[in-house]
């Protein structure tokens, strides 16, 4: 045994222990654990002797394949990192690990465990909303503009019509003279409009992103339209001649589908999918320069598929039904005559989003 150890300095230690056949190899590394003497084996020899010799220090690198310096360094054990110096290298992603040759092959040991290939996940989603929208506006607004307004507009399908005061006047010239009906002019600057107008239609958007990211990361993605609503602010200063200063602001609103997927692969190939959706839609304003309204959608699931497989998932259902009325007072409310004298405008719009997702599993 004298021929494959030395000692550089005397151990007081005492272990006991009880081991049937074990290899020197073991049989010393149980032997110095947990003690203050630890080993170096160099060319075939144990160098044996207490931990704070520098000639039983050892320096090790290890270069990552698949794994971040990063990500690695947290994860590590602290009783594995205790005694060890560890200095990270993002350049070369690599760590360096200096210390008792014992604890850093252990810790070596356990850095290439941890070091495994990470698999990519690609994603598929289909996203179908399915939008079915009827709406309905009829009645007639007369008023005055600014200027002379000319006469325009559509008679087929749909009816929507600005009379200029020409066309009326002439319209009350033909009128004049049956019997004891005799109307007067309008004024240059007078219009009717008559809209009579009925829609009914489907309409499917379609969008198909892939997604790439990596085991137990997020993928993420956005479609989003952003409106602006503009804010004031009036500042008064002075005491005996105040003066007044406007300060306008233009701020966003944003309005998106927005999804999120978290993928981690089990041992067996399948996948289980994090899945956090929400969709978001703007509404009426309330006045011209208010923030628009906006409607929420949004739900989460945590599901498991096998590689390949499509999901759908689905019933996110919005609806919205509108029904306005304006006129005359009294004379709005009359049958038949009321169409003369009102304006209605009537909606009913159903939307329901769909989704579409397949995980592939790229090694």
Request: proline letters at 4%; glycine letters at 6%.
């Given at each position: 045994?004298?021929?494959?150890?030395?000692?550089?300095?005397?151990?007081?230690?005492?272990?006991?222990?009880?081991?049937?056949?074990?290899?020197?190899?073991?049989?010393?590394?149980?032997?110095?654990?947990?003690?203050?003497?630890?080993?170096?084996?160099?060319?075939?020899?144990?160098?044996?002797?207490?931990?704070?010799?520098?000639?039983?220090?050892?320096?090790?690198?290890?270069?990552?394949?698949?794994?971040?310096?990063?990500?690695?360094?947290?994860?590590?054990?602290?009783?594995?990192?205790?005694?060890?110096?560890?200095?990270?290298?993002?350049?070369?992603?690599?760590?360096?690990?200096?210390?008792?040759?014992?604890?850093?092959?252990?810790?070596?040991?356990?850095?290439?465990?941890?070091?495994?290939?990470?698999?990519?996940?690609?994603?598929?989603?289909?996203?179908?909303?399915?939008?079915?929208?009827?709406?309905?506006?009829?009645?007639?607004?007369?008023?005055?503009?600014?200027?002379?307004?000319?006469?325009?507009?559509?008679?087929?399908?749909?009816?929507?019509?600005?009379?200029?005061?020409?066309?009326?006047?002439?319209?009350?010239?033909?009128?004049?003279?049956?019997?004891?009906?005799?109307?007067?002019?309008?004024?240059?600057?007078?219009?009717?409009?008559?809209?009579?107008?009925?829609?009914?239609?489907?309409?499917?958007?379609?969008?198909?992103?892939?997604?790439?990211?990596?085991?137990?990361?997020?993928?993420?993605?956005?479609?989003?339209?952003?409106?602006?609503?503009?804010?004031?602010?009036?500042?008064?200063?002075?005491?005996?001649?105040?003066?007044?200063?406007?300060?306008?602001?233009?701020?966003?609103?944003?309005?998106?589908?927005?999804?999120?997927?978290?993928?981690?692969?089990?041992g067996n190939d399948e996948v289980t999918?994090?899945?956090?959706?929400?969709?978001?839609?703007?509404?009426?304003?309330?006045?011209?320069?208010?923030?628009?309204?906006?409607?929420?959608?949004?739900?989460?699931?945590?599901?498991?598929?096998?590689?390949?497989?499509?999901?759908?998932?689905?019933?996110?259902?919005?609806?919205?039904?509108?029904?306005?009325?304006?006129?005359?007072?009294?004379?709005?409310?009359?049958?038949?005559?009321?169409?003369?004298?009102?304006?209605?405008?009537?909606?009913?719009?159903?939307?329901?989003?769909n989704l579409f997702i397949k995980p592939?599993?790229?090694?």
């Amino acid at each position: 045994m004298s021929s494959t150890y030395k000692l550089l300095g005397p151990l007081t230690d005492n272990v006991s222990i009880d081991y049937d056949r074990i290899s020197f190899a073991s049989l010393i590394d149980e032997l110095f654990a947990g003690t203050d003497a630890t080993f170096k084996y160099v060319d075939g020899r144990y160098w044996v002797g207490k931990r704070n010799i520098d000639a039983l220090q050892d320096v090790k690198m290890i270069q990552l394949k698949y794994r971040t310096v990063d990500s690695l360094v947290q994860i590590i054990p602290t009783q594995l990192k205790t005694g060890v110096e560890i200095k990270e290298y993002p350049d070369i992603n690599s760590i360096i690990l200096s210390g008792p040759q014992e604890k850093v092959n252990r810790l070596a040991t356990f850095v290439h465990q941890v070091d495994k290939l990470i698999p990519v996940i690609l994603i598929e989603v289909l996203i179908i909303d399915n939008k079915n929208s009827k709406a309905l506006a009829t009645g007639i607004t007369a008023g005055l503009s600014d200027e002379p307004v000319t006469t325009k507009g559509t008679v087929f399908p749909s009816v929507d019509m600005t009379l200029s005061s020409k066309a009326i006047n002439n319209l009350i010239d033909g009128l004049n003279g049956f019997g004891w009906v005799n109307l007067g002019k309008v004024k240059s600057n007078f219009y009717v409009t008559l809209k009579a107008l009925e829609e009914d239609g489907v309409i499917d958007l379609r969008s198909t992103p892939q997604l790439s990211t990596l085991n137990g990361h997020k993928a993420t993605m956005s479609i989003g339209n952003t409106e602006y609503y503009k804010e004031e602010m009036n500042t008064i200063y002075g005491s005996i001649n105040t003066q007044s200063q406007v300060a306008t602001t233009y701020k966003p609103v944003n309005a998106e589908l927005a999804v999120t997927i978290r993928p981690i692969v089990a041992g067996n190939d399948e996948v289980t999918l994090d899945i956090k959706v929400e969709q978001s839609d703007f509404t009426s304003r309330i006045s011209e320069y208010a923030p628009p309204g906006k409607v929420s959608r949004k739900f989460e699931s945590l599901i498991r598929v096998k590689d390949q497989e499509m999901i759908l998932l689905g019933g996110l259902e919005e609806k919205e039904v509108k029904d306005t009325r304006s006129g005359l007072p009294l004379l709005a409310r009359i049958p038949i005559i009321r169409w003369l004298f009102s304006s209605r405008e009537k909606s009913n719009t159903k939307s329901k989003l769909n989704l579409f997702i397949k995980p592939t599993i790229i090694k």
